[in-house]
T-cell receptor
Framework: EAGVTQFPSHSVIEKGQTVTLRCDPI?????LYWYRRVMGKEIKFLLH????????ESGMPNNRFLAERTGGTYSTLKVQPAELEDSGVYFC????????????FGDGTRLSIL | AQSVTQPDIHITVSEGASLELRCNYS??????LFWYVQSPGQGLQLLLK??????LVQGIKGFEAEFKRSQSSFNLRKPSVHWSDAAEYFC?????????????FGTGTRLLVSP
């Protein structure tokens, strides 16, 4: 079984540019999550999809961040325009049905804003 | 809101020695608790989880953790550390008010293994 896959593994862009991160969850997992770790800080929740619907987006920092999950399969997280403070590692996780199923994480995308 | 504290930012352990990483959480009821590990260049891998029942849980790679309600702790242990265990370890709790969907993480403990 393939794990959670994230693209790209590393992205370096300039302030003001746009970047789109992609996450392919484990096949069949309806729940998809985005988290972010800013340097030296804890990993923080951004949002949660159930299939194509946003269940909880309470962690999204501001309206420069847009997450989508069209068709309930892969998800994208777009940052537009990127700011210096958006630098960090963005993790995606997916989870199957059942409250006791754990979240499985991808390798993350390291985003560097110059 | 729930919170997780990992008081040790860095820990250095000699290879073959025992290991205990501390984790304390703040939550009124029985939480869902997790330990994840991030090896260099890798993503987060689940080591073990606790939902209910036996308070001593076994995980992968020889790790175990003990849930102690009275101390609000979920410390991770390993009897003999291997050089490949050098990584960053994260304790996390599932928030009940989100149906345990949203994980709250500690700041992580980086483990260094000396020869």
């Amino acid at each position: 079984e393939a794990g959670v896959t994230q693209f790209p593994s590393h992205s370096v862009i300039e302030k003001g540019q746009t970047v789109t991160l992609r996450c392919d969850p484990i096949s069949g997992h309806d729940n998809l999550y985005w988290y972010r770790r800013v340097m030296g800080k804890e990993i923080k929740f951004l949002l949660h999809f159930v299939k194509e619907s946003k269940q909880d987006e309470s962690g999204m920092p501001n309206n420069r961040f847009l997450a989508e999950r069209t068709g309930g399969t892969y998800s994208t997280l777009k940052v537009q325009p990127a700011e210096l403070e958006d630098s960090g590692v963005y993790f995606c996780a997916s989870r199957g049905l059942g409250a006791r199923q754990p979240q499985h994480f991808g390798d993350g995308t390291r985003l560097s804003i110059l | 809101a729930q919170s997780v504290t990992q008081p040790d930012i860095h820990i250095t352990v000699s290879e073959g020695a025992s290991l205990e990483l501390r984790c304390n959480y703040s939550y009124g009821a029985t939480p869902y608790l997790f330990w994840y590990v991030q090896s260099p260049g890798q993503g987060l891998q689940l080591l073990l989880k606790y939902f209910s029942g036996d308070t001593l849980v076994q995980g992968i790679k020889g790790f175990e953790a003990e849930f102690k309600r009275s101390q609000s702790s979920f410390n991770l242990r390993k009897p003999s550390v291997h050089w490949s265990d050098a990584a960053e370890y994260f304790c996390a709790v599932g928030e009940k008010n989100t149906g345990f969907q949203k994980l709250v993480f500690g700041t992580g403990t980086r483990l260094l293994v000396s020869p």
